[in-house]
Structures are given as C-alpha cells and as structure tokens.
C-alpha cells in the first residue's frame, strides 16, 4: 500500500471525525517515525507490512473515538512537545489564552504556581518563557505528576518544582500568579458523553455545583498563598463567566475581567487579591480583552 492510498482508505473511513485527513496523516507519520510533510513529499512510497498493519490498528481505534494524542502520545502546545496518557487532560489550544494571560502579569522574578496540572503544559509554558521564575505545579493524581516531570525532563525545562497535592492541600509558600484549569463540567453535562472527552478522566473534568465547585474552592483558599495584589486566574466553561466573576467579587477580589478565547467565548477570569479593603465591585462587571 502507498503512502496516498493509505491517506485514502483511512479518510474515507474516518467519517466521524471532523478532521479526517489530519488525523490519517498524523497517525501515518507516526508510524511512520516522520513528520507529515513527508507523507506529501514521498506519495508514492510504499509502506512495509509491518507499517500498514500498525496504521490499520491506529484507525481502527480511531473510528472507535480513541483521541489522536493518546493514540501517538503526544500533543502540542505552546510549540512544546507534550506526552500524553490517559491518567490526565489532552491539553486543549483554548488553555494558550490563560498561558498568555499569566504571562502578561508576571515579571522575571514571579513566582507562580499551577494547581491541577496535568501534563504540566501551563505551567512548563510558562517557566519556558521566563526561565528566571520559580514555577511550582501540583496535582492530586500520582501518575499525572509522574508525567509532568517526565515532560519537563525531556524538554530540559529546569525551573518547575511539581508535587502531589490535592488543590493547597500540600502547597508551601506564596505566590505572585496563581493559575488553574480545573475540572469545570458539571456532572450531568451532555458533552460528556461525545468526542475525546469520553476518554477522559472525568476526575479533572467534572465538578459538582453546576461545575462550580472546585472554581469556588481555589478562589477561597487562594487568599492564603496569594502576595499581596497577586492575581488568581482560572480557566472555566463557556457558559460560566458570569458565575465566575460573582465568586470573585463576593471574596473580595478586585480588577475582575473576563478574557475570550480563540471561539469568542468567555474562557480566563482573572482577578486580584490585597488584603487591603477595597470599594465594592459589581458582580456583573465584565472586560473583555
């Protein structure tokens, strides 16, 4: 079988996925141990037995809604190599906003801390943007640390100290920037049950309260390790950005807005905590940046 054939036969196949052809292409690069531009450049080059079995089991699973990223292993973000398993999130290019947010508020100097961080893609980000800073991550999830570590070994990212902590529960210290996307998906949600999300672990997908849950814990605890005027910024649902804002404001943080993501959609909500008094904020303030 050619290398187009191939291409061929597993688009035609991949009927469900809204991205047929790249799936194909990046599973036969995969296998293929090559980047895709060489599938386009080699066409007509011929895979070997071993080569067509192995991309027909990867379709194969495929069409059965298995993600790309846990198929290969790997998924990008912010131009970083990430590895992948199911022990955690496939980083999503939304989460890219809450990275360039963080980014706008830290100096050299910032300490910042991750909490929830799955592959590490936020926070190794981050610490490969400002390499001077002191990068803390935690996560509840033991093989989600492992990880982590594991991505910032190979990608030689030295600045990240990761730990196993359930939210604060085992944090130290304080911290400039505080950020997290954390499970915002309540748990009767139909989303759940479509697309890659139902590979998922629903452990860092899924919150009680209208998915609220977690989002109100981290912005409550947060006033303990935050330095003074350093800003909390959370990922959350489209749909939550008002709730988000009203949790903020009835704790007393200020300067809340909400940023939009690639879609338009309310994604980051930033605010700032002092525990000097402020005036009162309207719960429904809203900037969008």
Known sequence: MRI???LTWAKFLLVTSDSALLDAQILLAH???KETVY????????LSVEQKVAFEALIEQR?????VAYLTGIREFWS????????TLIPRPDTEILVETALACCSPQSSILDLGTGTGAIILALASELPNT???AVDFNHDAVKLAIENATSLNINNVTFKQSNWFENVEGMFDVIVSNPPYIDENDHHLNEGDVRFEPLSALVATENGLSDIRLIATQAQRYLNENGSLMIE???EQGVSVREIFASLAYHNIKTIKDYGDNDRITIATYSAAPHAPISPTHKEIK
């Open 31 to 33: 296998v293929l141990e």
């Open 39 to 46: 599938l386009m450049t080699w066409p007509e080059r011929d």
């Open 63 to 67: 069409i059965n809604g298995v993600p």
């Open 4 to 6: 187009d054939d191939a």
């Open 134 to 136: 002191q990068c803390f």
């Open 236 to 238: 959350h649902g489209f």
């Open 80 to 87: 970083l190599p990430l590895k992948v398993n199911d022990s």
